[in-house]
């Protein structure tokens, strides 16, 4: 049974919020106002699929407190879904049964971390904060991954084609017979390009490329 909550500070601008996705109603509620009490905001769900259906997208990170035993789709099975969904938030499973097989598989599926039933407020906050560092450091990766693409969707096809070059190691005098230019005037094009992709250095071209390659191979 979830301990009734503790007197906690009074509430304060959301820090976060959390998704619980949990079917008794009791332990859902008493979740939720232990939580509300310091700090986040929550929205309570009876099933995964009552999730699935449409969670709205906070403006602060995100974490799901998830049971695994849950009727109709398993807490398991919908941390699986979640895990291939690129936005979707940290997972923090909880069960009634400790059970060393679930958590391993919850953990090797990604989950954010393992809590196990009658839930204890000294776990259950560190666990929801890390998963909430880690959301935020994701919404940050994902807008710089956005702005990436917006400035190298700003080149044109000249720029892409000086930018691999030189990304691939070529010497300016090979790529200045390329594309018929003078080596001064190949050095004003790359000085252009790099003030488009806000690349102070040489060094920062590469890490774009990088940065570009590990995208592609992500997705």
Known sequence: MTPEPQPGPAPQAAIGHVYLIE?????????ALLLQLHGYTTSEYASAEDFLHGPPAPGAPACALVDIRLPGMSGLALQARMVREERAPPVLLMTAQADAT?????????????????????????????????????????????????????????????????????????????????????????ARLMEKLQARRLADLFRLRFRMDDRRTTR
Do not use: C, W, Y
């Open 23 to 31: 079917d008794e109603a009791a332990v859902r509620r008493s979740l």
């Open 102 to 190: 679930v958590a391993r598989t919850a953990l090797l599926q990604g989950a954010s971390d393992f809590l196990e039933k009658p839930i204890d407020p000294a776990e259950l906050f560190p666990a929801v904060e890390a998963a909430l560092r880690a959301d935020a450091a994701q919404r940050l990766a994902r807008a710089a991954d956005e702005q990436l693409l917006a400035r190298f969707a700003s080149l044109t096809r000249r720029e892409r084609a000086l930018f691999d070059g030189i990304t691939s190691g070529r010497q300016v005098r090979e790529m200045a017979e390329q594309f018929g230019l003078a080596n001064a005037e190949l050095e004003a094009h790359r």
